[in-house]
């Protein structure tokens, strides 16, 4: 049996089985605890019956006007638990707080190389809108050695019928430091 409930400060110790994954972006404890702070309803956490965190969400809201979105800014599922349809259980708890924020589209990024994520988010109604150049550090992880590109996949959510958050842009381009 799983459970998802509000992440809570003290769930920070017990992330770690899940922050291993190299593709999970980690941050330090004053990032976590600013989403915790700024976003509780977003940052929701999975425990199984004997309380083994299986994974989280952590996103927030942002924008103005018909930029209004949720962002998914971190899922992680624990490797033992993945394929259990826990990454589209976690997606749609944060997607049903975004609707009740009245927004009009959820996005996330992720890396161009992530084809297991991309396709699950793909499954789950998304689409790519843009390619972000260099998004990703190449010193982010032993994993990567050079910068890597990223996909910022969109879905529309009820606030936008015509989905013209998801029409996709056909440049690339560089996020401004």
């Keep these: 049996m799983t459970t998802i409930r509000p992440f809570t400060a003290n769930d920070l110790f017990k992330i770690a089985n ?10 330090g404890l004053s990032f976590y605890l600013t989403y915790l702070v700024h976003w509780p309803e977003y940052f929701k956490i999975a425990e199984s019956s004997d309380g083994r965190v299986m994974g ?10 018909e930029k209004w979105h949720g962002h998914v800014t971190a899922l ?12 589209g259980k976690l997606m749609a708890g944060l997607e ?5 924020k009245r927004a009009y589209f959820v996005d996330l990024f992720v890396r161009v190389s992530n084809d297991v994520a991309v396709a699950l988010y793909k499954k789950l109604g998304y689409t790519v809108y843009r390619r972000v150049l260099e998004y990703y550090s190449g010193n ?3 994993m990567f ?3 890597e590109d990223a996909f910022d996949m969109r879905k529309s959510l009820s606030r936008d019928p015509e989905r013209k958050s998801m029409i996709p842009l ?8």
Aim: net charge negative; aromatic share 12%.
């Design 18 to 27: 899940v922050n291993m994954d190299p593709l999970t972006e980690t941050y």
């Design 56 to 65: 989280y969400v952590m996103g927030k809201s942002e924008g103005y006007n």
């Design 76 to 87: 992680s599922v624990a490797p033992e638990f993945r394929r259990l349809g826990l990454a």
């Design 96 to 100: 049903d707080v975004s609707e009740k």
């Design 140 to 142: 982010s992880s032993p």
């Design 145 to 147: 050695e050079q910068d």
């Design 170 to 177: 056909e440049k690339p381009f560089y996020i401004s430091s």
